[in-house]
């Protein structure tokens, strides 16, 4: 599979999605670090998903129970991990 280009939203504890139209891949990640690829997206769930302005209503009612979800860890966790680190307030752990 390629590198999936994500979506960065702020939705429920929806972050960023992505899609990969020739595996027809759509991946979730998730506020907690977390990431779900659901296989058998089709375009148009895709475009609907990518384009509401409900995303997180979006995600629960049309993806979540739809389709067979992998989970996994969101790729950019390590990265986020270290941003937090360098922005923690005095006295956070």
């Known amino acids: 599979m390629t590198i999936m280009e994500m979506k960065r939203i702020n939705a429920g504890?929806?972050?960023a999605i992505g899609y990969d139209p020739k595996?027809?891949?759509l991946r979730v990640e998730f506020d907690d670090g977390s990431a779900i690829?659901?296989?058998?997206v089709g375009s148009e769930v895709w475009r609907r998903f990518s384009?509401?302005?409900?995303?997180?209503?979006f995600y629960r009612d049309n993806i979540e129970e739809?389709?067979?979800?992998?989970?996994?860890r969101a790729a950019v966790g390590s990265q986020r991990s270290e941003l937090?680190?360098?922005?923690?307030?005095p006295g956070e752990e």
Not at 37 to 40: E, I, L, P, Q
Not at 51 to 57: P, Q, R
Not at 66 to 72: I, L, Q, S, T
């Open 51 to 57: 384009t509401s302005g409900v995303a997180w209503s």
């Open 23 to 25: 595996e027809r891949i």
């Open 66 to 72: 739809e389709f067979a979800g992998k989970r996994g």
């Open 13 to 15: 504890k929806l972050r």
């Open 84 to 89: 937090d680190a360098l922005f923690k307030q």
């Open 37 to 40: 690829d659901y296989s058998g």
